[in-house]
């Protein structure tokens, strides 16, 4: 009997990564050339799509049986004509670098051939590369949905062909019950004056300007352009020199103690700095040590803002008047307040969407650990659009691969349960889309990506997005359908925010 046994995913790329089995047979041979496409959709839904899957397939379907809520069974035939020409094929292919004694490599009767050496690799290749067709021909027959890496037996090759089983995890038996009018508290959060304020000192801050101090001394912050020289015990050290630094005094960027000993001081004055090195300080050699610093101020910036009046408001807005901007920039601030809440209602609905009184569901280990890869691979893609690698990245955070998907898994067992929650209540209300729900979400990718919506659709098949916005329909569904309690915010829940 042969049986496929599971290889490692393939390296991470865009978004994608592959599933891969390979076929044993009893002679110990082995090829791995299959690969499932592994995507990750909006909704991080794992789809595990697989071959020939047009109208014309071939009916090779044996058996299929559901022997678990999350695995089913099938059982297949690959027909006797293209199971032994495919044989035949690998067996050319193979016979050039076979060597049989008395005969020249290619030149040796086929049938002398298998006595010596047997069919087994044949079979085996010949099973490889029909494998793909004929898996998904049953899958689609079958009409499973599978999310794992299938395993496969060979149970018999005879006079009909090759009849082969496999066993795979698909998605699970969905329950969920009493998602109408799912309860959750809505935080409303009052805008302060002392948050206007904020919000408009921000762009007095973006708008203002810096300008040389000749008239007065130095002030907590201003820019000093400093030159200084450190020593310990009379001795310099490393890194404890500079000239025409710029510092800005109460930024603490330097030792404790060092920026306070500037106020005060002029342009032009040169003065000694004395401080001590904090316990934790990075050089081991300089920790807790006083230090002398010789300190020469070079220059003064102040930062000048811009008068707050109905001049400055018309710089930074369409409003010709400092209370027209006020009102509108309160506006915005409420408005902000108002889509944090709501998203925050929205994370209340979905959690208690997929507790035990709502949702259940025997998962297959499989589809966390898809999804906790996935959102690994998201990351890399991410981090090489900042110009970093995943693993840069790893060494930073002193993990490795295992350790990253295993940060990621909480999140990712919430997204697969949510994801199926959704699909489940999109069915139990026949929620439905339309070509023109399917082509607006398309041009809509295609923007988002600055693509071709014509090469989006030749990458992104329409029955993957008809089931994302499915789910889109069903979240919305059940977010206006909940029973929502309004509530001030707390005074320790807005310091904790602020």
Known sequence: MSTVTNVNSLPLRDGRGALSFIIRTGGGNSLSVISLDNRVSQWYNICLTVYHLEDDYIMSLKSNEK???????????????????????????????????GFRKGKAPRALVEKMYGTAAFVDEAINNLLPEYYGDAVKESGIEPVGRPEFDVVEIGDEGALLKVTVAVKPDVTVKNYVGIEAEKTIREVTEEAVNDKIEQARQRNSREIDVEDRPAEKGDVANIDYAGSVDGVPFDGGSAKGHDLKIGSGTFIPGFEDQIIGKNVGDEFDVNVTFPEDYHAENLKGKAAVFKVRLNSLKATELPELDDEFAKDVSEFDTLDEYKADVKKQIAEDYDKRAENDVT???????????????????????NEAENQVRDLDYRLRGSGLDLKTYMK???????GLKAQYRPRAEQQVKTRLALEQIAKNENITVT???????????AEAYNMDPEEVSGQVSREMVADDLKVGKASEFVRKSAKITEKPEEPAEKSEKE
């Open 67 to 101: 022997i678990s809520s999350n695995t089913a069974e099938l059982t297949f035939l690959i027909e006797k004509e293209p199971f032994d020409k495919a044989v035949t094929e690998a067996y050319k292919k193979q016979a050039a670098k076979i060597t049989v004694p």
């Open 347 to 369: 994370q209340k609905i979905m959690t208690a969407l997929i507790d035990d009184d709502h949702f259940e569901a025997d998962v297959p280990e499989e589809m966390f650990e």
């Open 396 to 402: 930073y955070l002193n993990t490795d691969l295992d």
């Open 435 to 445: 070509d023109e729900d399917i082509d607006a979400e398309l041009k809509r990718i």
